[in-house]
């Protein structure tokens, strides 16, 4: 059986995806002997707050020193994409971080989504498992961004235009046939309560749920007083519900 080396997280706006990175990238880290790289693919860059991380360089910067999108191409034929990756790299216990950053100028993201592309392809096969936290919307996937992804975890809270997007995000990802292949899409429930229209929504969506995550106090305070999620209790509603998860995933990959 195929080894999983990367599970990317995907979803609607504000529904827990970096809350779910965060989690995953922390438990992990245990269960992979620290060998972990974790990228925010996220422009409004979360991801390093939740980690509790100082990131000093980003994909960003590094893709001002390299002009428009097809000499960006050339270039990185030329130059090692790999090591430019590598040096900007945030070394953290337990993990590496990769940070996409902000757009420093108006205009087209594109370059800087095409060299975060190669980042994670140069990157990924250095370390054991690679977790990333995804833009809101399906746009990465179509892009390709997340091109080397074995599992793709759909992020959805219990409203409606949030499993409209999962169900958006989710047929994008089974509809991906050049050179993209996730050899298992699931869906995360977070803040769930019980809500029967949901339900059935959810049960049209037709992918497997593979965690539900509760409301919890914890992780609410923790963010507005930005703490490190990485500090939440482990025996807390959250840590917990994702690593059973694993706990079922993982074996289903032979690990
Ligand atoms: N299970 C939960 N219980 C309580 N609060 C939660 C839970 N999940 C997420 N939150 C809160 O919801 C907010 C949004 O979460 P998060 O930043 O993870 O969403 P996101 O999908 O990454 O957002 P964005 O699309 O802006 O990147 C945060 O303030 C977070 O603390
Ligand atoms: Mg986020």
Do not use: H, W
Request: glycine share 8%; charged share 30%.
């Amino acid at each position: 059986m195929e080894k999983i080396k990367s599970i990317a997280i995907a979803g609607k706006g504000g529904t827990g995806k970096t809350v779910v990175a965060t989690l995953l990238i922390r438990l992990l880290a245990e269960r992979y002997n620290n060998r972990v790289l974790a990228i925010d693919a996220d422009s409004a860059m979360s991801l390093p707050y939740t980690l509790g991380v100082d990131v000093e360089k980003t994909v960003s910067e590094v893709r001002k020193g390299l002009v428009g999108r097809d000499q960006l191409r050339s270039n990185l034929k030329a130059s090692p994409t790999k090591d430019m990756m590598k040096d900007i790299l945030t070394k953290a216990e337990g993990f590496d971080l990769l940070t996409m950053g902000r757009p420093e100028e108006p205009g087209c993201f594109c370059a800087v989504n095409e060299l975060l592309k190669y980042g994670i392809d140069s990157l990924v096969d250095d370390y054991e498992i690679t977790v990333i936290d995804g833009e809101a919307g399906p746009e990465q996937l179509n892009r390709r961004v997340m091109k080397s992804i074995d599992v793709l975890l759909v992020v959805a809270d219990m409203s409606r235009r949030s499993l409209e997007t999962a169900k958006s995000i989710i047929k994008v990802a089974q509809d991906c046939d050049d050179g993209v292949n996730i050899k298992k899409v699931g869906l995360v429930l977070n803040r769930v309560r019980d809500d029967k229209l949901s339900q059935e929504m959810i049960e049209k969506i037709g992918v497997e749920i593979s965690a539900c995550l509760p409301e919890d106090s914890l992780v609410n305070s923790f963010d507005r007083s930005g703490r490190s999620l990485l500090e939440l209790p482990l025996d807390s509603e959250c840590p917990r519900a994702i690593s059973s998860m694993l706990d079922k995933m993982l074996p289903q990959f032979g690990i």
